[in-house]
């Protein structure tokens, strides 16, 4: 279904994250006909460009971002058509007026809606939306998209969302967490709450204990100087793996809307067991690529990639709990990190084992089942169980496995999550987008880790680039009888 008309306003519209992501998403939604004639993509940024010179610049993006056999040169020139730029610096107040001109001047109606995406640093949100304001840009019909990182801790995140804040009303702010679009995540709520076989079974009594691991092979390449500010836990831990988390934790809404799934997310982050300067030693675990061989290539340390010595984190494992009726007891590991043997983002919910062994004398091996929830990459799920192997000997017990995975099972592509969200914003749907409430609760979790791994005694542990991290994060689950689960 068409969304309505809308001028898209994308801050930051020469970057990378624009011409990687958002411009190839806008493309492949136009291309399924759901932009409707009067859909502008209003690209602002420093870049001394034209409307001719942005159209150029966003069409050799697109042939390079988009899949070739998605690439149709009709929708091409419609996208392109669509698109305008205008220069300006966002701090200087004199060039606004272009913004302005360009905004009034061949929008589809007085009250169309504006989308203003902010992908530049998150330091310019405040005065943007104060300008926005300022000039009379942000009307009844308006949404912000605020790109990640919300502040840097829970300080810097409340200032950030009060100077969005004295300008858009909470429904139209749209904090993005793009792993929230990802089919299967969005699955993952289907899954637990369109069935009834899986929910009995979802609590401390028959799950023994809950792992979420983002990894990625890459590392820090380009992004260096800006991810050395910031580091593993505040650029995946606060906002990916705790919103993977509070999807697998959370109670059932009443029904799912926009504030009743966010309720139940705030719901779990305020139920985690806060974390002491003890607990912090004991349960997280940070650590630091060395060199060492990613991809079947030799991989350079961190600090050869950023330049200097640094005590950043690539890697994060940490032990935690969910403290109320449903998981108390239910450790939850999560582990995220740069430069390891993978690229892989799982969810894997591990039950208990038979409470009687029935087969004690058969031949085989059986293990507990686990239930494999992977966000990427081939989405899919995959659950472990053990069957008999067939044989007219006696009992041979073998692990086997379901699987259901998107491609196969739907026999069409998973749309990017930035398509999904992007048609969202403009439909005003919140649901998928993080509130004030969550994003400050999070970073009111992660809070006392980022105090404790600021003393001059703490240090990353070196783990060579190409494996699965240091060896205490092995630890942190041999010590309670468990290990990480390597592969799906
Ligand atoms: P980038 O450096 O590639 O591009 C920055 C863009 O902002 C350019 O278009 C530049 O002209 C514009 N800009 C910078 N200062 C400006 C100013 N004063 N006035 C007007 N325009 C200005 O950055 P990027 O990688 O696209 O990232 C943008 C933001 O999105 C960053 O905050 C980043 O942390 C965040 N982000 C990026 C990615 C990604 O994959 N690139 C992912 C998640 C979040």
Redesign the pocket.
């Known amino acids: 279904t068409p969304v309505e008309p809308c001028d898209f306003t994308v ?11 958002l411009l190839p998403a806008l493309y492949l939604r136009d291309r399924d006909g759901q932009l409707p004639d009067g859909f502008r993509i209003v ?5 001394e460009a034209d409307d001719e010179g942005y159209r150029v610049m966003v069409e050799a993006a697109l042939v390079e971002h988009v899949p070739s056999d998605e690439l149709d040169a009709t929708v091409v020139r419609r996208l392109l058509g669509r698109l305008h730029h205008v220069t ?5 107040v004199a060039d606004w007026h272009r913004l302005h001109e360009r905004l009034k001047d061949g929008a589809a109606s007085d009250d169309v809606i504006r989308v203003f995406y ?5 330091a ?1 949100f405040g005065p943007i939306c104060d300008h926005l304001d300022q000039f009379g840009l942000a009307t009844e019909r308006s949404r912000v998209v605020l ?3 919300v502040g840097t801790d829970l300080a810097t995140a409340r200032a950030v969302n009060e100077a969005v804040g004295r300008v858009f009303d909470e429904s139209h702010i749209f904090r993005i967490d ?1 792993y929230l679009g990802k089919e299967s995540v969005q699955n993952l709520l289907v899954t637990r709450f369109a069935n009834t076989f899986l929910e009995p079974l979802w609590n401390s009594h028959w799950v023994d204990h809950v792992q979420i691991t983002v990894s990625e092979s890459l590392g820090v390449g380009e ?1 260096g100087s ?1 991810y050395d500010r910031s580091g593993a836990l505040r650029d995946m831990v606060q906002n990916h793996l705790l919103q993977l988390l509070c999807l697998v934790a959370m109670e059932p809404p009443t029904y799912v809307d926009r504030e009743t799934v966010r309720d139940e997310k705030l719901k779990v982050l305020q139920a985690l067991r806060p974390m002491t300067p003890d607990l912090v030693d004991r349960d997280t675990v940070a650590g630091q690529y060395a060199a060492g061989l990613c991809d079947g290539a030799a991989a350079p340390s961190y600090a050869d990639e950023v330049g200097h010595t640094s005590d950043t984190e690539t890697f994060v494992a940490i032990k935690t709990e969910v403290q109320n009726w449903r998981w108390a007891g239910v450790p939850f590991y999560l582990r995220t990190g740069k430069r390891m043997s993978e690229r892989l983002s799982e969810i894997v919910v591990v039950f208990k084992e038979p409470p009687h062994p029935m087969f004690p004398h058969s031949e085989g091996t059986s293990e507990a089942n686990r239930l494999h929830i992977r966000v990427q990459p081939d989405e899919g799920m995959r659950l472990h169980m053990t069957a008999k192997e067939p044989g007219p000997g006696g009992i041979r017990l073998r692990p086997v496995s379901l699987d259901l995975s998107y491609a196969t099972a739907f026999g069409q592509r998973s749309p990017d999550a930035y398509e999904r969200l992007l048609m969202d914003v403009v439909r005003g749907n919140t649901t998928l987008f993080m509130r004030r409430d969550e994003v400050e609760a999070a970073w009111t979790w992660v809070a006392p880790i980022l105090e404790r791994w600021s003393e001059p005694t703490h240090r990353p542990r070196r783990y060579p680039a190409g494996t699965h991290g240091p060896f205490a994060a092995n630890t942190l689950l041999e010590r309670d009888g468990r290990s990480w689960q390597e592969t799906g």
């Not at 801050?11 to 992501?21: N, P, Y």
């Not at 690209?43 to 870049?47: K, L, Q, T």
């Not at 902010?118 to 998150?122: D, T």
């Open positions: 801050f930051g519209g020469t970057g990378d994250l624009a011409l990687r992501k690209g602002v940024s420093r870049a300006l610096d966002v701090e200087d902010l992908a530049v640093a998150p310019l790109e990640k990182p793009h992004r800006y």
